[in-house]
């Protein structure tokens, strides 16, 4: 038996007009764990791999966690997600939520920000699943780099098909929430795609296909 989904993006999404990851960073800045030095570090790591595309060394790159103890990263991202991110949570977005689980549908985050962050907005909505971008760990210490391709643009649309095969959802019954033109490859993936608070870009696509406009 196959069962629907419903798969939703967090920034700007489920949480309008705020990123996870740009709260949780000055979070980490005041807590503590990352100094000055990490930044230094980062930099550093740029400046030496210029001749790679700009952009995916940025998205990508995580080189001011390294050497960092993961579990205090878990628990300090539950802090923050309970201190600064959780009054941020769209009401429309939860009702949405809470109507496909009512339905029966599978409920699950997908989102490019950090796991941790990621697995406390799915324990607090209830979701079965959160699918996010992990860091890299040796015995409890981050190594700086990512543990998976991080979900965005055609991977993020990958993981959804591979989340399908694996689980045995149909994604022609299943539902896709995103705002911004990268998720487009996620929305076509599904039978009832829905752009939310979408980006200039993304709603000229999303009128040209015929896809439903909402707004959290």
């Not at 790591?45 to 993961?70: M, T, V, W």
Request: proline share 6%; with cysteine; glycine share 6%.
């Amino acid at each position: 038996m196959k069962y629907s989904a419903a798969f939703f993006d967090v920034d700007r999404t489920l949480i309008p007009g705020h990123s996870m990851e740009r709260v949780f960073m000055p979070f980490l800045w005041k807590a503590g764990y990352l100094r000055p030095a990490d930044f230094g570090r980062y930099l550093s790591f740029i400046a030496k791999n210029l001749d790679k595309n700009l952009r995916d060394l940025l998205y990508h790159n995580k080189h001011h966690f390294r050497d960092k103890d993961s579990e205090e990263l878990n628990r300090l991202a539950e802090t923050c997600f309970r201190s600064r991110i959780l009054p941020l949570i769209s009401p429309k977005g939860r009702q949405a939520v809470e109507k496909h689980q009512k339905n029966g549908r599978v409920v699950v985050i997908l989102t490019g920000s950090l796991h941790p962050l990621a697995e406390s907005l799915r324990k607090e909505l209830g979701a079965d699943m959160a699918l996010a971008t992990r860091l890299s760990e040796d015995q409890g210490i981050l190594t700086g780099k990512l543990a998976n391709a991080r979900p965005y643009g055609p991977e993020k649309a990958r993981l959804v098909r591979n989340t399908a095969a694996e689980f045995n959802l149909d994604l022609t019954h299943s539902f896709a929430y995103g705002d911004h033109h990268s998720d487009v490859d996620v929305l076509a993936c599904v039978g009832h795609p829905r752009a939310v608070n979408p980006h200039p870009r993304l709603k000229v696509e999303a009128r040209k296909r015929g896809w439903p406009i909402v707004e959290f």
